[in-house]
């Protein structure tokens, strides 16, 4: 639907949108506190009323240095299991100043694996190492198309190292996704996912 402007008005004048133009909006449709958990589970909620859903991840501290990540569900299915091929690279800085790296993350990609997708690595166990991020998944609903996902990660990585790592990819399936996991490789975590509707 276009805007019409009459009168030779600016967009400035606009002080509202006709009813039938959406302005986009986020959602919030779960919030889940992990404590000391080995996994957080959501099974309900993704759906085909968003063509685009996001995750928010608060404060995720883990109890053993290692990676921490992603799986999906098709509609129907059991187990997190599903095919995806990814990619994934990552930005590093230490605190001292005396390292700074930009590279592909070879160990952290998928073709046709069936893996938890990596989001964050080597962030550490400290008290003061944890994790913030976002992770987008688009049309899990499609039974046409794969679900492409993007993701962008912050760490306090062990050894005094600020870690952003990304990664992105897509769920080589046409069946829906309607479950997402998330855990560590090992060991089990703190923190808190939000998950949200993009309307």
């Known amino acids: 639907m276009a805007i019409k402007v009459a009168n030779n008005q600016s967009l400035t004048a606009i002080t509202a949108l006709p009813s039938a133009v959406s302005s986009g909006a986020m959602v919030l449709l779960e919030t889940q506190t992990a404590s000391s958990s080995s996994t957080i589970d959501f099974t309900s909620g993704i759906d085909d009323t ?109 050894s005094d190292f600020s870690m952003q790592r990304f990664a992105a990819g897509y769920f080589n399936t046409t069946s829906a996704i309607d479950e997402i996991q998330f855990k560590p490789e090992s060991g089990t975590f703190d923190g808190v996912i939000k998950l949200y509707g993009i309307s």
């Open 50 to 158: 968003y063509d685009e859903y996001v995750f928010k991840f608060y404060n995720i501290h883990l109890s053993a240095n290692t990676p921490f990540g992603f799986q999906g569900n098709a509609a129907g299915g059991s187990g997190f299991d599903e095919t995806i091929t990814s990619t994934s690279f990552f930005s590093r800085h230490d605190e001292g100043d005396g390292t700074s790296q930009l590279a592909y993350s070879t160990a952290n990609d998928q073709a046709q694996g069936t893996s938890f997708q990596r989001l964050a690595t080597d962030q550490g166990t400290g008290n003061d190492e944890n994790m913030g991020g976002f992770l987008h998944l688009f049309n899990p609903s499609s039974t046409t198309f794969v679900k492409h996902f993007i993701s962008n990660c912050q760490s306090a990585q062990a």
